[in-house]
């Protein structure tokens, strides 16, 4: 009798427990309060078909953790099935910088994350990650940012300009601040505005792939800092790197313009484009164009001789440059400095050269496009980037991009100041390549809005 009245005890206790624990669940609360970190952003830093950074300003000191999944929980940060700590950080710029690295994602996949902290949980954001298959999607390239006035000004209208383009990621040929990259505020500004421009409005964070220019040569460690960056050698200094998307549609090579070109990033940079040979597009990008179109700019003859025999050999597809505040777009060209058709070193070459486009100008004040060559396809003077758009092979055509300039502010002969970007429609998921409604692109006489890559899809 005692033994059964002991046992219904027990019974009644474990479901009580249990009835509790149920409750307890069903009624967990999302947290009023927000996670004490800020300036998050999304990097491209080795395979992003599988992997991302997130990096953030941990505001408070706390124990930390992101939360992520294939589901869309919201700030119910306890629902989502994976979880992982920072691994990195540093101290630099008045941040206390945290980076998680998210691995083992599936391509081509929509994720969903959270942050929580001590204090409470972050907004929910979102990020693709990319396929790996080829697939069509979409780019921005771009460089040269500036720190404050009218520059800054034009800089966040093109900022403004990627959440509404919805990119799968960014290129960002470097020169992130006015200076050298040492000024703390102006990098606290960067990413501030980084996240507060370029998220789209339904938490949709656009990856960057950062490149290192000369505004950043103040301590050339800058990119690992803010973006945790990889680096060769055990030398926080050498900063270059490559990654490919899209199985092999697209190959993408980080160099960088403003340490040794030759020796080792000489080395790595034929080891990488032979061991990527396969891929459809190859394309580079680095912060100080060969040749620049801007005559205060001196020509850069070293890089030149360092990587232009390279891209050739193994048939560099695309580079993109910065550093002259400028927009340009070449006809595909070869290196020559023999034939007497060389201009600056270079002959066009529209079967088998490389397409040269740049030359910044994503924020900083435009220059005269006083140094055209025989071999320039368009050159002009306003803010700019590059909006490229990428298909893989079908039954009918052969793979190609096709390369717009999306003008976002300019200015007339006083000094005033337009921009471009207020108006524009802002694109959703479903019509990633359409051209938005009062987009502004750049329209040449002959090739009109766009140039198409390989070159003969032009029929000019
Ligand atoms: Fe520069």
Request: aromatic residues 14%; hydrophobic residues 35%.
């Amino acid at each position: 009798m005692k033994k059964t009245l002991a046992k219904n005890y027990l019974v009644i206790i474990f479901t009580l427990f249990i009835g509790l624990l149920l409750v307890s669940t069903s009624c967990k609360q999302v947290p009023d309060e927000f996670a004490a970190s800020d300036k998050y952003r999304l990097v491209w830093n080795s395979n992003p078909e599988t992997s991302v950074t997130v990096g953030w300003d941990q505001l408070q000191t706390s124990e930390v953790e992101v939360f992520f999944g294939l589901q869309d929980w919201g700030r119910k940060y306890w629902k989502y099935d994976k979880s992982i700590k920072p691994s990195a950080g540093n101290q630099k710029y008045g941040m206390n910088t945290q980076f998680a690295s998210l691995d083992d994602l599936q391509s081509g996949m929509n994720y969903y994350f959270v942050i929580k902290d001590d204090f409470g949980v972050s907004e929910r954001y979102w990020f693709k990650t990319a396929p790996s298959e080829p697939e069509a999607f979409t780019f921005i390239a771009g460089g040269d940012t500036k720190s404050s006035g009218l520059p800054l000004e034009a800089g966040r209208a093109t900022s403004k300009m990627v959440s509404k383009l919805r990119p799968l990621f960014v290129i960002f040929n470097g020169d992130f601040n006015s200076g050298s990259g040492l000024d703390s505020l102006s990098w606290q500004r960067w990413l501030k505005d980084w996240q507060q421009l370029t998220f789209t409005e339904d938490g949709r964070i656009i990856p960057i792939l950062p490149i290192h220019g000369n505004h950043e040569n103040g301590d050339k460690g800058n990119l690992n800092y803010i973006f945790n960056s990889p680096y060769h050698n055990n030398d926080s200094s050498s900063i270059y790197y490559s990654t490919t998307i899209g199985g092999n549609l697209v190959h993408l090579i980080a160099l960088n313009s403003e340490i040794e070109t030759g020796g080792a990033q000489k080395d790595w940079l034929e080891e990488d484009l032979k061991k990527n040979n396969d891929c459809t597009f190859k394309i580079a990008g680095y912060h100080k164009p060969f040749r620049p179109h801007y005559s205060g700019k001196r020509e850069n003859d070293l890089l030149y001789s360092q990587w232009v025999w390279l891209f050739d050999q193994y048939g560099l597809d695309i580079s993109i440059d910065a550093d002259s505040h400028i927009h340009k777009i070449t006809y595909p060209v070869r290196p020559d400095t023999l034939s007497v058709d060389a201009d600056m070193g270079f002959v066009r070459d529209d079967e088998k050269g490389t397409m040269y486009i740049g030359e910044g100008s994503w924020g900083a004040s435009p220059r005269k496009t006083d140094d055209d060559k025989s071999w320039t396809l368009a050159s002009g003077s306003f803010n700019q980037v590059k909006w490229i758009h990428v298909f893989p092979d079908e039954s009918e055509t052969p793979a190609y991009l096709e390369i717009f300039t999306v003008k976002t502010a300019s200015y007339d002969a006083d000094g005033n100041q337009t921009l471009y970007v207020e108006d524009v429609e802002a694109l959703n998921e479903e019509n990633l390549f359409d051209i938005p409604e009062n987009i502004t692109l750049f329209e040449d006489d002959i090739f009109g809005k766009s140039v198409r890559y390989p070159f003969y899809l032009n029929n000019k």
